[in-house]
């Protein structure tokens, strides 16, 4: 037994001094440059933002390929005015390196699913895996390492994404300077990636000197900055015109093949399937449809216990609006609906119908107007004129002056030389204050932004623009039932998805009945339906109360609609 213990003793011995030898030579080697240190300085990495109990799991996983597994998550807010599910069972799996577009009405879910895949909300019940990690079980901490160094995020504002004091190459690197990197590193990967994205002319712009789609891009770029694994986008594309809109889902494809990651991108743009793999629609919080890029065929989702959610346009082709039956045909199940509901064809947009046209004056006007920042000029000479009754659009490439025109008429901005009348008065001989009381009694005006008040409900926004006009309150119901949200009144504007916010925004600058009303993009972050009527409201509001309304705008529905179009750039 002495024996024994005397050669295993000894055999432990000698595999500790292999063991030590072997540490040490790693650490000289390590030193000397020959092999990579342990702590590498490149930022991202495979198991980067995981929290360390978990990594050697992931590591020695090799078989697992799904990098999102979402299972039967649900998201209820809960509010004074009562509960409200935005994600109502929604099962989703995305595969490694996979690009997935979600696609779905306002109100539908889809910025929900976002923010709690990007860590920043939390299921109210099911699963929500990324890479092998379930996010509900994490701890703050955690969760924070997670999406400092996992996740890539654009955000649908893309002006709220970048600091207007840094110049792009500064607000790329800064992500980089966060997680710890050197200045030369910096440098070379804000560099590379402005080169990839066609910008790198502009390295030392400020934001204010690109257009919304150079900016667009550079937040793009600076999301990816730290080669995160997983790629999310709110509406990257929801303020841009079409073009643009093109080049920035081009680059957001470049960029996510060339760093290998995953992505979702959340959208009601249909062009932001091209650079998809698969295309997820999203209805009423659960997943409907599904198809595979641009040409592939949509199927609808079978969801647990046999949840099925049909294409509005077959409905409404099929005239089904209340109540349908189900039968069995041989193999295939027949859907149809009841004898009272024999209507079918497709409804188009309604037109408000006036028996006389109301007569047409001079509302606004733009007179030999130049405007610049910077060295930039946006307008140069421009001669424009807005008259009452009649829906006018401004269409345009990003940064061809725009949101400036309608800044200018607003009195929010003055011109550098020519001059701005709105209703016969030169807003350039009104001080600030004066600016404001007439832009108060005389101007509507939707920005991109919506600007409302978080705690109060949708309806009491409203009241209160009437409030500040010395108006009563009795036309705010009325006007958000004229944008479809008679239903969600009472709801604090916090708990509305952004389409929805929008519509209020909408709402608000309508019901002091406006003698100009300007609205810059006001369809940006809808969807279909709600665009549609949102260009007949503002063709009824011009018709019916002589009201001159300009829309900056890229959206062919609304440019559809219009009276008059101003073209700039």
Known sequence: RHRARHVDGRRRLRRAAVTARLRLAGAVARTAGVLPRRRSTRVGGDTAGLPRRCRRTHRGNRNVIAAIEVREVFRVHQTPEGDAAALQGLSLTVRERETVTVLGPSGSGKSTFLRILAGLDRPSAGTVRVFGTELAKLPARDVARYRTRSVGYADQHYARALAPELTARELISLELGLAGATAAERERRADELLDRVGLSDRRHAHPAELSGGEQQRVAVAASLAHRPRLFLADEPTGELDAANARVVYDT?????????????????????ASIADRVVRIRDGRVSEESGGVAGEEAIVLGKGGWLRLPEELLRRSGIRTHATARMSGQDIVVSGGEAEAETGEPSAPKPVSGSEPQ???????RAVTKGYAARRVLDGLEAEFRSSTLTAVTGPSGSGKTTLLHLLAGLELPDSGGIDVLGTDLAQLDRAARADFRRDHIGYVGQQPGLVPTLSALENVELALALRGLPPTDARETLVAVGLEDRAGQRVSRLSTGERGRVAIARALAPRPELLLADEPTSRLDQANAIA????????????GAAVVCATHDPLLIEQADATLQLG
């Open 360 to 366: 047409s004056l001079l509302v606004g006007a733009a």
């Open 252 to 272: 957001i494809g470049q960029l996510i093949r060339a760093e290998r990651c995953t992505a979702v991108i959340v959208s009601h743009d249909p062009e932001s």
């Open 534 to 545: 949102v260009g007949t409201l503002f063709d009824r509001l011009a018709r019916a109360f």
